[in-house]
């Protein structure tokens, strides 16, 4: 492989950069369109002038005017903005200033009106994340493994939120808040539980209840345990579903349905159990054993695992699924149950970290972080990218409505305040938390950015 000297990156990583950098850009263009699309309608709605219509900030590198309205492109794909006439924003212009407001300004509109107008870009995010979830909903339903009949579940070491709740590897678990485990998969499931809620578990013939908090569902979420509700429990048996044609078990004689039983003599039940030994004979042959339930057939093969790039061990399997179909009425249903499920969960999350129940520097991450989850994403794909599209666009909303200067939320709490004084705060004091809020995102974004960096890092090494 030719190496590029001069920064010691080879072309495959500077590829896998160039792919990080394009797929995280068409999300944030897709977002902030969307976010700013938002105000625009709502202004001209109640038809204010708009001047500017911005994708990206300064400096400009296209630009084309339609009526009344500047269309642009900015270098700093960071954002964007919209600028009506008369109002204080992040332009910095006060030509109004001391002259009487005109008919088309922001500023000569009724309160409310100007209120729909800054939280559209809030509710067209939102909206945006319904519309993507009731889509995928539509277009490839739901896909989940299937789970074990009696409840048996199996828990890596690395499963930092099954650990917590004290479920172990080889536990029964008979009810979840009175539920099947088997029938707790979605987000619009864990919604459903109580808080807390309970697991009742059979171990070692013995009976237990353990109480969970339902904000363990966010916090796990930043661990990537996986399994059910991303809480690293798998109660996968080890059935198999797709089976690679050109792969080592295919040749060795494994089908779809197929159900491995045993590995080098020892027996087997959950499919993180097969996929560990898999992993753990180190590129050592083994024989597996397994059944076809269609025939009643029993087999027992030698197979040698094929090491891949990754450094890990495939033999050109995975787990069984079971698929789950919408129509569009239920898919529109499911899509907002989604929307406003995930909105709870990241609510809970911003709770935790403004409570200090969560670290600052291990659960937010910024454009570098973004960047990487939606090139892992677009590879994984298009429902995988799209769904996270949709996880960012509720978070843009949630960020944007927060009271903070610059933000949607700041010149609401400056439409409130005018709404109950019945005027409003002088340009001065606008002015000047523009500024200061202008300050507080370019120090947030340079922290956000450096911690990226350090976390790849220590990650890293």
Known sequence: ???????????????????????????????VFVHEMGHFLAARLFKMRIDRFSIGFPPTIFKKKVGET??????????GYV??????????????????????????????????VISAGVTFNMLLAAVIFSGIKMTTGEAWPLATDDGLVFIPDSSIAAQDIGLRTGDRVIAVDGRSLATVRSPRDWAALSDPFTWDVERAGESLTLTTAKDIFPRSADASDGGVLGLGIY????????????????????????????????AVVLWLDLTSRIQAADGAALEITWIRPATGERFNRGVMPERMED???RVGIQVAQTHERYGPGSAIVAGIADTWTFTGAILSSLRNIATGRESVRESIGGPVMVAKIASEAAQAGAAQFWRLVALLSITLAIVNILPVPVLDGGHLVFLIYEGIRRREPSLKVRMATQQVGMVLLLVLMAFLVFNDLDRIFRFLQ
């Open 235 to 266: 109660n996968w048996p080890a059935t198999l579903g797709q089976v690679q044609e050109d792969g080592v078990a295919y040749d060795a004689g494994m089908r779809p349905g197929d159900r491995v039983v045993a590995v080098d003599g020892e």
């Open 1 to 31: 492989m030719r190496e590029i000297a001069t920064v010691g990156i080879s072309e495959v990583e500077l590829g896998i950069i160039a792919s990080s950098v394009i797929w995280v850009l068409v999300a944030i263009t897709i977002l």
């Open 70 to 79: 500047e269309w642009a492109i900015g270098a700093t794909p960071l954002g």
């Open 83 to 116: 600028k009506i006439a008369g109002m204080v924003d992040e332009s910095m212009d006060t030509d109004f200033a001391g002259k009487d407001p005109e008919p088309w300004e922001f500023r000569s509109k009724p309160v409310w009106k100007r209120i729909i």
């Open 311 to 313: 450094g890990q061990y």
